[in-house]
């Protein structure tokens, strides 16, 4: 219930503070191209529900349809302002709508789509009994990922033999001591204003 109250606090004042980013990314992005503002893919959830999470659009429209599931650095699908950003991490704010309507939580797993969850061991699958998050220690850690797979021969493969097991290692640490001060520190880290671990 504390944790909750938290994210529906913490995410309301974020809406309220950052609707004048929200207004001036849609105008840049409808500059650009004149597609959609928004991106609103399936992901899987708590429990293993399916739900749909808001980004800001950063590549160009049908871009699921061109190439992976995975982003890698340099895909010539991200559009000119969906590199900045990516890169500043603007895109993920809508997801406090997520977090308002109970789908997502401020700190926890990142929500992987389902064709990814069906990889999942018995073990792994442990990690969709935690509400999905906008941000979590396995982000801090990966910021650069998309760089990270640019390297790989096989992306896809590093992505599922490498990074996700690993990702999923660390939220499944995390939430054993885990407390709304722990949150609060990784808020900070993803921002920049706190040390990394």
């Given amino acids: 219930m ?6 529906l606090f913490w995410a309301t004042v974020g809406l309220l ?10 105008l840049f992005i409808k500059a650009e191209d004149g597609g959609a503002v928004f991106f609103r893919q399936v992901r899987v959830g708590w429990k293993g529900r399916a739900f749909r999470m808001w980004k800001f659009r950063t590549m ?19 559009t000119r302002i969906g590199h900045w950003l990516r890169a500043t991490k603007v895109d993920e704010l809508p997801q406090l709508i997520n977090v308002l309507t109970g789908d997502m939580s401020l700190v926890g797993p990142r ?22 998050g906008i941000t979590d220690l396995a982000s801090v850690k990966y910021r650069r ?35 709304l001060a722990d949150d609060f520190r990784v808020i900070l880290m993803t921002l920049g204003l706190w040390p990394r671990r």
């Fill in 111 to 132: 929500p992987e789509v389902q064709k990814y969850v069906d990889l999942y061991t018995l073990e792994q699958r442990r990690v969709l009994d935690l509400r999905p």
């Fill in 145 to 179: 990922e998309s760089e990270l797979l640019a390297n790989s021969e096989d992306p896809d493969r590093t992505y599922v033999d490498e990074i996700m097991p690993e990702k999923i290692r660390i939220n499944l640490d995390y939430a054993r001591e885990a407390n």
């Fill in 17 to 26: 503070l950052l609707w004048p980013v929200f207004l001036l990314v849609a």
């Fill in 60 to 78: 160009i429209m049908d871009a699921e349809r061109l190439g992976r599931a995975i982003t890698v650095g340099g895909d010539a699908r991200i």
């Fill in 2 to 7: 504390a944790k909750r109250i938290f994210d």
